[in-house]
């Protein structure tokens, strides 16, 4: 049962857990438009493909899936999803099972603004979030007050994050007033949640909860285990109205007594080593859910207090590994 991760990036502990995984059972191939990004060569297999946005991308990843008869295609970034949920049934004509909510949600999740909308219409606590409009209309009756955070309405990795302490600096961005939102910039504690909906019944199978110390280049880079009934009843109940499938990350922060939801994201999130670490394990999840298994629960089963410490490696590979495919 071969599967094909796409956008792999520098995601090498998780192409390794996914080679562990598999064992003998299957061949882990891992793409990517960049043939430096380490993750790459932790894979049973690398393909060198187009940019997603390349009218030829889905047809390069099906020639793979083809070459490699592979089951299971998933992505680990945001951009992508909405290509693979776009396609799903393309992909499932040649019997691979694209792992992606489907594109409705796929596309809130993309749509900060949207996914704040949704939250307060589904009574559930959310960091407010204002278009350039709402902001300055909040911003005259006092709702809301500077400093300010704009971001991208659609963005991801932390990319594009300006904080404002006046309204001329607000006044600055009238011209994106489509492409941006504004959030009240917050200090709060931040912390993270990652979870798998089995494919079939949207069952929240795995449940794993920590609160972020530290932050680099938009992912995790160190956070602390706990378990919080608060922030476990919040994500159950956002399961119960979102459709979520496979792999997601919630970002959230803590306002008093109240988790607010900040961010979905429907794929594994960059924390997601702590919860695998600590016996939470999605990917085996997925594993299950591929051979037409039910995903076994785990929620809450595991040590709180553990802190995961990220750091880097270095790997060494031939210049002429870089042009050629396979391995």
Same mark, same amino acid.
Request: charged share 25%; glycine share 8%; hydrophobic share 40%.
């Given at each position: 049962?071969?599967?094909?991760?796409?956008?792999? &990036?520098?995601? =090498?502990?998780?192409?390794?857990?996914?080679?562990?995984?598999?064992?003998?059972?299957?061949?882990?191939?891992?793409?990517?438009?960049?043939? *430096?990004?380490?993750?790459?060569?932790?894979?049973?297999?690398? #393909?060198?493909?187009?940019?997603?946005?390349?009218?030829?991308?889905?047809?390069?990843?099906?020639?793979?899936?083809?070459?490699?008869?592979?089951?299971?295609?998933?992505?680990?970034?945001?951009?992508?999803?909405?290509?693979?949920?776009?396609?799903?049934?393309?992909?499932?004509?040649?019997? =691979?099972?694209?792992?992606?909510?489907?594109?409705?949600?796929?596309?809130?999740?993309?749509?900060?603004?949207?996914?704040?909308?949704?939250?307060?219409?589904?009574?559930?606590?959310?960091?407010?979030?204002?278009?350039?409009?709402?902001?300055?209309?909040?911003?005259?009756?006092?709702?809301?007050?500077?400093?300010?955070?704009?971001?991208?309405?659609?963005?991801?990795?932390?990319?594009?994050?300006?904080?404002?302490?006046?309204?001329?600096?607000?006044?600055?961005?009238?011209?994106?007033?489509?492409?941006?939102?504004?959030?009240?910039?917050? #200090?709060?504690?931040?912390?993270?949640?990652?979870?798998?909906?089995?494919?079939?019944? &949207?069952?929240?199978? *795995?449940?794993?909860?920590?609160?972020?110390?530290?932050?680099?280049?938009?992912?995790?880079?160190?956070?602390?285990?706990?378990?919080?009934?608060? $922030?476990?009843? $919040?994500?159950?109940?956002?399961?119960?109205?979102?459709?979520?499938?496979?792999?997601?990350?919630?970002?959230?922060?803590?306002? &008093?007594? #109240?988790?607010?939801?900040?961010?979905?994201?429907?794929?594994?999130?960059?924390?997601?080593?702590?919860?695998?670490?600590? &016996?939470?394990?999605?990917?085996?999840?997925?594993?299950?859910? $591929?051979?037409?298994?039910?995903?076994?629960?785990?929620?809450?089963?595991?040590?709180?207090?553990?802190?995961? $410490?990220?750091?880097?490696?270095?790997?060494?590979?031939?210049?002429?590994?870089?042009?050629?495919?396979?391995?």
């Amino acid at each position: 049962m071969n599967v094909l991760l796409t956008s792999v &990036g520098r995601r =090498v502990k998780l192409i390794e857990y996914f080679v562990r995984e598999w064992g003998s059972a299957g061949k882990i191939i891992a793409a990517d438009c960049d043939p *430096t990004a380490p993750a790459l060569f932790a894979a049973h297999h690398r #393909q060198i493909v187009p940019r997603i946005d390349d009218p030829a991308y889905v047809q390069t990843l099906e020639e793979i899936c083809l070459r490699y008869d592979i089951k299971a295609v998933l992505s680990l970034i945001d951009p992508e999803l909405g290509v693979l949920a776009a396609h799903a049934e393309r992909f499932s004509r040649l019997g =691979v099972q694209a792992v992606v909510s489907g594109l409705d949600a796929v596309n809130l999740c993309l749509d900060k603004k949207g996914t704040c909308d949704f939250l307060r219409a589904h009574g559930l606590p959310c960091v407010p979030t204002y278009t350039l409009e709402e902001a300055r209309a909040a911003l005259a009756c006092g709702e809301l007050t500077y400093p300010l955070l704009a971001k991208p309405r659609k963005g991801s990795a932390s990319l594009g994050l300006v904080r404002m302490e006046k309204e001329a600096e607000l006044a600055a961005f009238a011209h994106k007033k489509d492409e941006l939102i504004v959030q009240p910039f917050l #200090q709060a504690e931040e912390y993270g949640v990652d979870g798998y909906a089995d494919l079939f019944t &949207g069952e929240l199978t *795995t449940l794993f909860t920590r609160k972020k110390m530290r932050m680099r280049a938009g992912e995790t880079d160190r956070s602390l285990a706990i378990r919080d009934e608060r $922030l476990t009843s $919040l994500v159950t109940s956002l399961v119960s109205v979102l459709p979520l499938r496979g792999p997601f990350d919630i970002d959230c922060f803590l306002l &008093g007594d #109240q988790y607010a939801i900040s961010e979905i994201n429907p794929r594994f999130g960059g924390g997601y080593p702590h919860a695998h670490e600590s &016996g939470v394990n999605a990917v085996a999840a997925l594993f299950r859910n $591929l051979r037409k298994e039910a995903s076994k629960p785990n929620i809450g089963d595991y040590e709180a207090g553990t802190i995961m $410490l990220k750091y880097d490696q270095v790997m060494l590979v031939h210049s002429s590994r870089l042009t050629g495919e396979g391995m």
